[in-house]
C-alpha cells in the first residue's frame, strides 16, 4: 500500500513552546490529509482536513488557533501546536490516500509529551 | 464526533478460535474501513468494503457489511497471537467530501498463546 510518514516521532517539549509535525505521502500525491488525535486507550478523534492550497477545515472543538495546519504542497502538511500544555500532551496521527473515497493510509503517529 | 460504535470492546480468545468484532454506524456511507493498531503504533489498513458490497475477505479476514442495518463485521479465522491488538472500523460518510474517516470506539482483542 501507500506510504505516510510522519516526522517526529516523539517530541516531549515544556509548557509554553510549539512544535511542528509533520506529514508526508512518500509515494503519491495527496490534495487532501487529516489530521487525528488519540489519548490513551482511546480510539482516533478527527481534528481537521488539510487542503493543499487552502485553509484547513477544523471539526467542532478544535481551536484553529491552538492547532495550526499548513499543507504547503502535494505530498506535506504540517500541524504545529501552538503554545503546547500538558493536556495536549497525546498521540497525532495523519492519514492520507491517492483518491478521494479510497483507502486512507496513517502515519505512524507522533508521540507529544508535554511537561 | 464519533459514529461508529463497536463491540465488544474487548476480546480474548484463544489461539485457533475465531474473532468476531462489530461495528455500527449512523449515516449513509461511502465505505467502510477496517485498521488495526498495536500499542502506542500507527494504523495499518485492513480492508475497506464499499457501500455496495456485502461481504469481503483478505486472507484469514472477512469483513461483512448490511447497510440496512448500518452494521459491519469483522471476522479473523484461526487467530494467532500476532493477531492482538486493537480493531478499529472507520467510515466515510457520504455528507464528506471523501477521505475523511469516523473512527468507532475500537475493540482490543487478545489472543493468547
Known amino acids: 500500500g501507500a506510504v505516510v510518514s510522519q516526522h517526529p516521532s516523539r517530541v516531549i517539549c515544556k509548557s509554553g513552546t510549539s512544535v511542528k509535525i509533520e506529514c508526508r505521502s512518500l509515494d503519491f500525491q495527496a490534495t487532501t490529509m487529516f489530521w487525528y488525535r488519540q489519548f490513551p486507550k482511546q480510539s482516533l478523534m478527527l481534528m481537521a482536513t488539510s487542503n493543499e492550497g487552502s485553509k484547513a477545515t477544523y471539526e467542532q472543538g478544535v481551536e484553529k488557533d491552538k492547532f495550526l495546519i499548513n499543507h504547503a504542497s502535494l505530498t506535506l502538511s504540517t500541524l504545529t501546536v501552538t503554545s503546547a500544555h500538558p493536556e495536549d500532551s497525546s498521540f497525532y496521527i495523519c492519514?492520507?490516500?491517492?483518491?478521494?473515497?479510497?483507502?486512507?493510509?496513517f502515519g505512524p503517529g507522533t508521540r507529544l509529551l508535554v511537561l | 464526533s464519533q459514529q461508529g460504535e463497536e463491540d465488544p470492546q474487548a476480546l480474548s480468545i484463544q489461539e485457533g478460535e475465531n474473532a468476531t468484532m462489530n461495528c455500527s454506524y449512523k449515516?449513509?456511507?461511502?465505505?467502510l474501513q477496517w485498521y488495526r493498531q498495536n500499542s502506542g503504533r500507527g494504523l495499518v489498513h485492513l480492508i475497506l468494503?464499499?457501500?455496495?458490497?456485502r461481504e469481503k475477505h483478505s486472507g484469514r479476514l472477512r469483513v461483512t457489511l448490511d447497510t440496512s442495518k448500518k452494521s459491519s463485521s469483522l471476522l479473523i479465522t484461526a487467530s494467532r497471537a500476532a493477531d492482538t491488538a486493537s480493531y478499529f472500523c472507520?467510515?466515510?460518510?457520504?455528507?464528506?467530501?471523501?477521505?475523511?474517516?469516523?473512527f468507532g470506539q475500537g475493540t482490543e482483542l487478545s489472543v493468547k498463546p
Open positions: 449515516t449513509s456511507i461511502n465505505n
Open positions: 472507520a467510515t466515510d460518510a457520504t455528507y464528506n467530501q471523501g477521505g475523511k474517516l469516523i
Open positions: 468494503i464499499r457501500s455496495n458490497e
Open positions: 492519514s492520507a490516500g491517492p483518491a478521494r473515497g479510497e483507502t486512507q493510509y
